[in-house]
T-cell receptor
Framework: GAVVSQHPSRVICKSGTSVKIECRSL??????MFWYRQFPKKSLMLMAT?????????EQGVEKDKFLINHASLTLSTLTVTSAHPEDSSFYIC?????????????FGQGTRLTVV | GESVGLHLPTLSVQEGDNSIINCAYS??????FIWYKQESGKGPQFIID?????DKRQGQRVTVLLNKTVKHLSLQIAATQPGDSAVYFC??????????FGRGTSLIVHP
């Protein structure tokens, strides 16, 4: 299957600082990428849909000013957690959809464990 | 509201047995279903998918069954191996093809 790379895999930051997480599709172009958040022993919750060249679409209850999403190219989307606080600590996972030849499969990155201290 | 859920949070099996993981969905508009495997500390890994115009699809050691009448989805794993131990999620999507995840079932395979 297609490869989606997420970086960093782990990050620890101080409260009040900002953290950027990158999501790259390595062997395909993705006009659409997705960002999920996962709490321990819980399911993945969709935060936002990242659209190349346009604004992201955020799910209800997700603060767009806190979770900044940029999708500047067909292979890269970034999620910036601004002014992070301990409650933002979580596992963040990106996904990209390979639409080559009409396919609809979504492939996931390896996730980023964010710890805010 | 509409949701996708799982019947059993934990399933323990012996190595070599067949495993069946179940999922109920309530959104009758869903027409695409996916099973993912998630190992600890990693992102979900695609296993198999099925569209609503099918009721069965087979892959390598895995079979997905879809019963639209009762809105039920299952994943069958043949000859379960210790490497199959993980959390399994079913996900559904409609025309947007954005996976919406269910609760997850933890599969534990005992050697």
């Amino acid at each position: 299957g297609a490869v989606v790379s997420q970086h960093p895999s782990r990050v620890i930051c101080k409260s009040g600082t900002s953290v950027k997480i990158e999501c790259r599709s390595l062997d395909f172009q993705a006009t659409t990428m997705f960002w999920y958040r996962q709490f321990p022993k819980k399911s993945l919750m969709l935060m936002a849909t990242s659209n190349e060249g346009s604004k992201a679409t955020y799910e209800q209850g997700v603060e767009k000013d806190k979770f900044l999403i940029n999708h500047a190219s067909l292979t890269l989307s970034t999620l910036t957690v601004t002014s992070a606080h301990p409650e933002d600590s979580s596992f963040y996972i990106c996904s990209a959809r390979d639409e080559t030849g009409g396919r609809t499969e979504a492939f996931f990155g390896q996730g980023t464990r964010l710890t805010v201290v | 509201g509409e949701s996708v859920g799982l019947h059993l949070p934990t399933l323990s099996v012996q190595e070599g047995d067949n495993s069946i993981i179940n999922c109920a969905y309530s959104n009758s508009a869903s027409d695409y279903f996916i099973w993912y495997k998630q190992e600890s500390g990693k992102g979900p890994q695609f296993i198999i998918d099925i569209r609503s115009n099918m009721d069965k699809r087979q892959g390598q050691r895995v079979t997905v069954l879809l019963n639209k009448t009762v809105k039920h989805l299952s994943l069958q794993i043949a000859a379960t191996q210790p490497g199959d131990s993980a959390v399994y999620f079913c996900a559904e999507s409609g025309g947007s093809y954005i996976p919406t995840f269910g609760r997850g079932t933890s599969l534990i395979v005992h050697p």
